[in-house]
C-alpha cells in the first residue's frame, strides 16, 4: 500500500492555494484544517480500496487542493451572512440593529415578489406618492399633522437643515453637540448643510435665557438633540420643549426642531425602562418638526421618520434632496407593518420591543434549555447574572437584569473560544467578562437555541484540531 504518499496536513496548509483561501476569501484557517483531514482520510480509503491510485504525492496534494476548491466556493457564498447574537445587546449596531418581525418580513417578501401601487393611485389609475402610503399611520402614532420617511435619521437631519436652515442660523446646545457613533456629529452634518451653528450655553448647564439672547432675524430654528448614547449627571441643565416652545411664540420664523434619535414609540418609561419619550410627547411639547430611526426603539427597518407641521413637511416633500434620500418600497413594506403593530397589533410582538422587555426570568429559561444540552462537553456551563443593553447609542445607562451562560474551560482561553465560535458556520457573538466567554440568551431566540449547541460543538472541534495540531509541533 501506498500510504506513505499522504501528505501531511502542515504541507497542505503552507501550500499557496491555502494561504490564498485564507486571505482572499476569508476562509479560516481552521475550516481548512478540518476539511484536509477529512480529504485525507477519504484519500487514504480510496487507497486501501485500489492500492495504485496514486504513484506520487504531488498527485495527492492536487487531488485534495481541488476537492477543497469546491468546499471554498461553498462555504459562505454570501459576504452578507447570519450570525447569532449572544452579546445580550438588541440593537447592536454592528449586528445589523433591530430584527424585523416575521410579519415584517412577509411583507417585505410579498411586495418584493410582485408589483405594487409604491406610486399609483389604483381607485383613479393615476400617478400617487409613495409619501403617503404611510401617512395615516404616522399621524396616529406621533400625533403631528404629516410625516415623511427617509433613508435613515442621519439623512432626515441632514434634509431638514438644508430644507429649512440653509445659511440661516440654527441654535443648539453646547451640551447637545453629540457625536452619535459612525462618524456622526451633529456639527459636521450641520456644516455640510450649510446651516450655521450657532452654540449656546455650555456642556452641562444651558437655560432658556440663552437660547433667548441667541434669536435674530438670522434665525431659523431652535435645534433640540436627544442625547442619547450618553448622559450627563450632576450639576447639569437643560430646556425642556415646552419653554422652547414658549419662548419661540413670540417670533414669528423660528422652528423648534427636535432631533429624537431613537424615537420610541411604546411607553418603555411605564415598564420602569429608561426615560426615552414616545414621540408623541415631543410633538404635544410644542416641537414643530421631530425626527428618529426606525431601526433603533421603533424595531423597523433602516428608515429616518420626519413629523411635524404640515406645511414645513410639504416644503421638505417639495425639496430636490427628497428624491435623493428617498427609501425604496421594501422599506416602507416593513415599515408599514411594524408601525400597524402599534395600532391594531400586538406592540410586543416586535423583536425589539420584545426583547427590552424580556424579564430575567424569560431570558433564564432559554438559557437553562441550551444548559440541558450540555452535558458531557469538555468544558463547564454555569448560569449567571449579567446585565444586557439596549444598543443602538440608545438608553445608555439602563441595565436590563439578564441570564448568561458562563463558559469555564481549562485548555483554552475566553478568547479562544470566541475567536472559535466567530470561525463556524453560522458565527456566534458573545461577550467577555472577567476573563469568561459568555452568551447572554436575551438576544438569542428559541429557534436558534438548536444551532447554537451545534455552533459549539463545531468551536470545540476546531479548539481540539487545534491542540492537535499543536500537540504534532506545528
Ligand atoms: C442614532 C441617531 C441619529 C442617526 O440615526 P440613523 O438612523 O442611525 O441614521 C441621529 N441623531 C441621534 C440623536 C441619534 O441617536
Sequence with gaps: MNLQLLPPVH???????TRHWIQNDGIPETELVKWFKEELASVRQDISDSPHLFSRREHIIDHILTQTEKRVKNFRTFRLYKVLNGTGTVLHTNLGRARLSESAIERVAETSRHYSNLEYQTDEGIRGSRHSILQHLLRELTGAEDAMVVNNNAAAVYLILRGLAKNKEVIISRGELVEIGGSFRISTIMEESDAL???????NKTHAFDYE???SEKTAMIMKVHTSNFKT????A???TKSLSQLTSAYDNVLIYEDLGSGSLYPFTHEGIGEEPVVKEAIKNGADIVSFSGDKLLGGPQAGII???????NRLKKHPLARVLRVDKMTLAALEQTLQMYIHGDPTDIPTVRDIKMSQEEVEKKAALFMGETSGWPLHCELVNVESQVGGGTMPVVKLPSKAVKFKSGTFTAGEFSHALRQTKIPV???VIEDHFHLDFRTITYDEIPELLTQCKEALTILNAEEAISKNGH
Design 307 to 313: 413629523s411635524g407641521r404640515k406645511e414645513i413637511i
Design 429 to 431: 457573538i458573545g461577550r
Design 233 to 236: 449627571v450632576g450639576f447639569t
Design 238 to 240: 437643560d430646556v425642556e
Design 197 to 203: 451653528l450657532r452654540e449656546v450655553g455650555t456642556t
Design 11 to 17: 504541507a497542505l496548509q503552507n501550500d499557496k492555494m
Design 213 to 215: 439672547e441667541a434669536i
